[in-house]
Protein backbone atom coordinates (compact mmCIF):
# COMPACT_ATOMS: atom_id res chain seq x y z
CA UNK A 1 0.00 0.00 0.00
CA UNK A 2 3.04 2.32 0.71
CA UNK A 3 4.69 2.18 -2.48
CA UNK A 4 1.05 3.04 -4.34
CA UNK A 5 0.52 6.41 -2.16
CA UNK A 6 4.31 7.27 -2.55
CA UNK A 7 3.60 8.02 -6.19
CA UNK A 8 1.15 10.75 -5.28
CA UNK A 9 1.71 13.63 -7.68
CA UNK A 10 2.86 17.02 -6.81
CA UNK A 11 1.28 19.69 -8.79
CA UNK A 12 3.55 23.26 -8.58
CA UNK A 13 0.68 25.83 -9.01
CA UNK A 14 2.00 29.11 -10.03
CA UNK A 15 0.95 32.27 -11.89
CA UNK A 16 2.83 32.78 -15.12
CA UNK A 17 5.80 31.18 -17.76
CA UNK A 18 7.83 33.93 -19.00
CA UNK A 19 11.42 33.15 -19.98
CA UNK A 20 12.90 34.96 -16.53
CA UNK A 21 10.14 32.85 -14.66
CA UNK A 22 10.50 29.37 -16.45
CA UNK A 23 13.86 29.56 -15.07
CA UNK A 24 13.32 30.14 -11.55
CA UNK A 25 10.70 27.37 -11.59
CA UNK A 26 13.34 25.23 -13.04
CA UNK A 27 15.87 25.60 -10.27
CA UNK A 28 12.57 25.09 -7.98
CA UNK A 29 11.74 21.80 -10.12
CA UNK A 30 15.25 20.22 -10.25
CA UNK A 31 14.97 21.12 -6.03
CA UNK A 32 12.03 19.16 -5.07
CA UNK A 33 12.60 16.50 -7.89
CA UNK A 34 15.08 15.94 -5.15
CA UNK A 35 13.62 16.48 -2.25
CA UNK A 36 10.64 14.45 -2.93
CA UNK A 37 11.92 11.28 -5.03
CA UNK A 38 9.10 9.24 -4.65
CA UNK A 39 6.73 11.99 -5.83
CA UNK A 40 5.79 12.92 -9.85
CA UNK A 41 6.50 16.62 -9.63
CA UNK A 42 4.49 18.80 -12.33
CA UNK A 43 3.48 22.47 -13.37
CA UNK A 44 0.35 24.47 -13.77
CA UNK A 45 0.17 27.83 -14.32
CA UNK A 46 -3.12 29.88 -13.21
CA UNK A 47 -2.31 33.51 -15.63
CA UNK A 48 -4.95 33.50 -18.68
CA UNK A 49 -2.93 36.46 -20.18
CA UNK A 50 0.13 34.52 -19.90
CA UNK A 51 -1.74 31.20 -20.98
CA UNK A 52 -2.72 32.86 -24.25
CA UNK A 53 0.58 34.90 -24.81
CA UNK A 54 2.66 32.10 -24.80
CA UNK A 55 0.18 30.05 -27.07
CA UNK A 56 0.39 33.41 -29.77
CA UNK A 57 3.90 33.61 -29.17
CA UNK A 58 5.69 30.10 -28.98
CA UNK A 59 2.58 27.93 -29.83
CA UNK A 60 2.80 26.46 -26.56
CA UNK A 61 0.39 24.81 -24.43
CA UNK A 62 0.64 25.42 -20.85
CA UNK A 63 -1.92 24.17 -18.40
CA UNK A 64 -4.42 25.43 -15.56
CA UNK A 65 -4.16 23.28 -12.57
CA UNK A 66 -8.08 22.04 -13.08
CA UNK A 67 -6.36 20.48 -16.56
CA UNK A 68 -3.28 19.02 -14.69
CA UNK A 69 -5.73 17.48 -12.21
CA UNK A 70 -8.35 16.39 -14.80
CA UNK A 71 -5.70 14.93 -16.42
CA UNK A 72 -4.11 13.21 -13.43
CA UNK A 73 -7.23 11.63 -12.74
CA UNK A 74 -8.06 10.04 -16.23
CA UNK A 75 -4.81 8.46 -15.31
CA UNK A 76 -6.19 6.68 -12.23
CA UNK A 77 -4.80 9.22 -9.44
CA UNK A 78 -7.35 9.63 -6.31
CA UNK A 79 -5.20 11.79 -4.65
CA UNK A 80 -3.17 14.68 -5.61
CA UNK A 81 -0.81 17.48 -3.80
CA UNK A 82 -1.63 21.26 -5.23
CA UNK A 83 1.49 23.36 -4.06
CA UNK A 84 0.50 26.94 -3.98
CA UNK A 85 3.80 29.12 -5.12
CA UNK A 86 2.64 32.67 -3.89
CA UNK A 87 3.84 34.04 -1.28
CA UNK A 88 0.82 34.87 0.32
CA UNK A 89 -3.15 33.98 0.78
CA UNK A 90 -4.28 36.92 -1.81
CA UNK A 91 -6.42 37.15 -4.97
CA UNK A 92 -4.36 34.32 -6.97
CA UNK A 93 -4.30 31.93 -3.79
CA UNK A 94 -7.99 31.95 -3.43
CA UNK A 95 -8.64 31.69 -7.35
CA UNK A 96 -6.80 28.35 -7.09
CA UNK A 97 -8.55 26.80 -4.41
CA UNK A 98 -11.64 28.13 -6.43
CA UNK A 99 -10.42 26.56 -9.49
CA UNK A 100 -9.53 22.74 -8.60
CA UNK A 101 -12.36 22.45 -6.00
CA UNK A 102 -14.88 21.06 -8.81
CA UNK A 103 -11.95 18.32 -9.94
CA UNK A 104 -13.29 15.21 -9.09
CA UNK A 105 -9.59 14.12 -8.00
CA UNK A 106 -8.88 15.01 -4.23
CA UNK A 107 -6.56 17.54 -3.75
CA UNK A 108 -4.24 18.56 -0.24
CA UNK A 109 -3.43 21.96 -0.67
CA UNK A 110 0.40 23.14 0.62
CA UNK A 111 -0.56 27.12 1.49
CA UNK A 112 1.57 29.84 0.15
CA UNK A 113 5.04 30.57 1.42
CA UNK A 114 3.86 33.13 4.47
CA UNK A 115 1.03 32.22 6.27
CA UNK A 116 1.68 30.88 9.97
CA UNK A 117 4.38 32.78 12.20
CA UNK A 118 6.43 30.18 11.98
CA UNK A 119 6.92 30.76 8.71
CA UNK A 120 7.39 34.80 9.01
CA UNK A 121 9.53 33.44 11.32
CA UNK A 122 11.42 30.94 9.36
CA UNK A 123 11.86 33.92 6.19
CA UNK A 124 13.30 36.57 8.28
CA UNK A 125 15.69 34.08 9.76
CA UNK A 126 16.90 33.17 6.27
CA UNK A 127 17.12 36.64 4.73
CA UNK A 128 19.16 37.90 8.12
CA UNK A 129 21.68 35.52 7.55
CA UNK A 130 22.15 37.03 3.92
CA UNK A 131 21.76 40.34 4.93
CA UNK A 132 25.08 42.98 4.72
CA UNK A 133 26.68 45.29 7.42
CA UNK A 134 22.70 47.14 7.91
CA UNK A 135 24.59 49.67 10.39
CA UNK A 136 26.02 51.00 6.66
CA UNK A 137 23.51 50.06 4.23
CA UNK A 138 19.89 49.57 4.10
CA UNK A 139 18.06 46.75 2.89
CA UNK A 140 14.51 46.98 1.74
CA UNK A 141 12.43 43.97 0.66
CA UNK A 142 9.99 45.16 -2.06
CA UNK A 143 7.05 43.03 -2.63
CA UNK A 144 4.46 43.44 -5.49
CA UNK A 145 1.63 44.50 -3.19
CA UNK A 146 -2.09 43.57 -3.59
CA UNK A 147 -5.66 45.35 -3.08
CA UNK A 148 -6.66 41.86 -1.17
CA UNK A 149 -7.19 41.95 2.65
CA UNK A 150 -4.14 39.84 2.70
CA UNK A 151 -1.86 43.07 1.97
CA UNK A 152 -1.22 43.22 5.80
CA UNK A 153 1.28 39.74 5.09
CA UNK A 154 3.75 43.18 4.15
CA UNK A 155 3.23 44.36 7.51
CA UNK A 156 3.20 41.65 9.57
CA UNK A 157 6.55 40.72 8.15
CA UNK A 158 8.07 44.15 8.64
CA UNK A 159 6.83 43.98 12.08
CA UNK A 160 8.63 40.72 12.45
CA UNK A 161 11.99 42.25 11.22
CA UNK A 162 11.49 45.17 13.40
CA UNK A 163 11.27 42.25 16.32
CA UNK A 164 14.34 41.07 15.03
CA UNK A 165 16.20 44.06 13.94
CA UNK A 166 16.45 47.59 15.43
CA UNK A 167 16.52 49.19 12.48
CA UNK A 168 17.79 48.76 8.51
CA UNK A 169 15.48 46.18 7.68
CA UNK A 170 12.16 47.74 5.72
CA UNK A 171 9.67 46.16 3.63
CA UNK A 172 7.78 48.28 0.73
CA UNK A 173 5.47 47.24 -2.53
CA UNK A 174 5.35 48.60 -5.71
CA UNK A 175 2.07 49.12 -6.42
CA UNK A 176 1.05 52.37 -6.53
CA UNK A 177 -1.84 51.93 -3.81
CA UNK A 178 -0.38 49.28 -1.77
CA UNK A 179 1.21 49.74 1.34
CA UNK A 180 4.05 50.21 2.80
CA UNK A 181 4.45 52.55 -0.36
CA UNK A 182 7.75 53.98 -1.65
CA UNK A 183 7.53 57.26 -0.26
CA UNK A 184 6.74 56.07 3.10
CA UNK A 185 10.08 53.91 3.02
CA UNK A 186 12.36 56.40 1.42
CA UNK A 187 11.15 58.63 4.67
CA UNK A 188 12.18 56.35 6.84
CA UNK A 189 15.54 55.56 5.24
CA UNK A 190 16.25 59.43 5.01
CA UNK A 191 15.39 59.96 8.54
CA UNK A 192 17.92 57.13 10.18
CA UNK A 193 20.55 58.58 8.09
CA UNK A 194 21.49 55.68 5.39
CA UNK A 195 23.63 56.87 2.45
CA UNK A 196 23.29 53.57 0.79
CA UNK A 197 20.61 50.94 0.34
CA UNK A 198 19.79 47.53 -1.02
CA UNK A 199 16.75 46.67 -2.97
CA UNK A 200 15.98 43.07 -2.61
CA UNK A 201 12.70 41.86 -4.57
CA UNK A 202 10.49 40.00 -2.52
CA UNK A 203 9.14 37.89 -5.39
CA UNK A 204 9.63 34.45 -6.59
CA UNK A 205 10.69 35.24 -10.08
CA UNK A 206 12.45 38.96 -10.10
CA UNK A 207 10.98 39.22 -13.89
CA UNK A 208 9.25 43.29 -15.36
CA UNK A 209 8.81 44.63 -12.00
CA UNK A 210 12.65 44.99 -10.81
CA UNK A 211 13.72 46.14 -14.36
CA UNK A 212 10.70 48.57 -14.42
CA UNK A 213 9.54 49.56 -10.98
CA UNK A 214 13.15 48.78 -9.47
CA UNK A 215 15.93 49.87 -11.44
CA UNK A 216 16.33 51.32 -14.20
CA UNK A 217 13.21 53.49 -15.50
CA UNK A 218 12.54 57.10 -14.71
CA UNK A 219 9.81 56.35 -12.17
CA UNK A 220 11.83 53.42 -10.78
CA UNK A 221 12.80 52.97 -6.96
CA UNK A 222 16.43 53.35 -7.37
CA UNK A 223 15.86 56.79 -9.47
CA UNK A 224 13.64 58.01 -6.68
CA UNK A 225 16.51 56.95 -4.15
CA UNK A 226 19.20 58.30 -5.83
CA UNK A 227 17.44 61.60 -6.23
CA UNK A 228 17.54 62.07 -2.80
CA UNK A 229 21.35 61.29 -2.32
CA UNK A 230 21.04 57.71 -1.78
CA UNK A 231 23.07 55.17 -3.55
CA UNK A 232 21.32 52.00 -4.84
CA UNK A 233 22.44 48.05 -5.33
CA UNK A 234 19.74 46.45 -6.67
CA UNK A 235 19.23 42.72 -6.32
CA UNK A 236 18.50 40.93 -9.82
CA UNK A 237 16.87 37.38 -8.34
CA UNK A 238 14.44 36.54 -6.75
CA UNK A 239 13.44 34.22 -3.80
CA UNK A 240 12.79 31.12 -6.11
CA UNK A 241 16.85 30.99 -5.85
CA UNK A 242 16.58 30.86 -2.47
CA UNK A 243 17.30 27.13 -1.76
CA UNK A 244 16.25 27.87 2.02
CA UNK A 245 12.80 29.48 0.48
CA UNK A 246 11.94 26.33 -1.68
CA UNK A 247 12.99 24.52 1.43
CA UNK A 248 9.88 26.28 3.36
CA UNK A 249 7.63 25.50 0.34
CA UNK A 250 9.19 21.86 0.79
CA UNK A 251 7.41 21.67 4.67
CA UNK A 252 4.14 23.04 3.04
CA UNK A 253 4.46 20.02 0.78
CA UNK A 254 4.92 18.02 3.87
CA UNK A 255 2.00 19.47 5.52
CA UNK A 256 -0.40 18.64 2.48
CA UNK A 257 1.23 14.98 2.21
CA UNK A 258 1.01 14.39 5.86
CA UNK A 259 -3.12 15.06 5.72
CA UNK A 260 -3.66 12.43 2.67
CA UNK A 261 -5.02 8.78 4.47
CA UNK A 262 -1.49 6.63 4.47
CA UNK A 263 0.95 9.24 3.81
CA UNK A 264 3.96 10.32 5.43
CA UNK A 265 5.31 13.66 3.79
CA UNK A 266 8.61 13.55 5.48
CA UNK A 267 10.50 11.18 2.86
CA UNK A 268 13.96 12.97 2.39
Given at each position: MQDKFIKIPIVMAAFGTTRRAMETYSFIDNYC???FPGHDILWAFSSRMVKDWSKKRH?????HPYQVLNQLEDQGHKWAVVQSM????GH???RLVEEIKDC???TSVGLPLLCEPED???AVTIFSNSFPDIDQ???????HGTDHPGWCTYLALNYIFSENFKSGIYVGVVEKNGYPPRDKIIQEVKHAGYKKVRLIPFMLVAGMHVEDDLAGSEDSWQKAFEEQGISVFVENKGLGFHKKIIELYCRHIENALDVIPGVSGNLS
Open positions: KKRDIDILHLMCEFYEIRYQAEAVIMVG
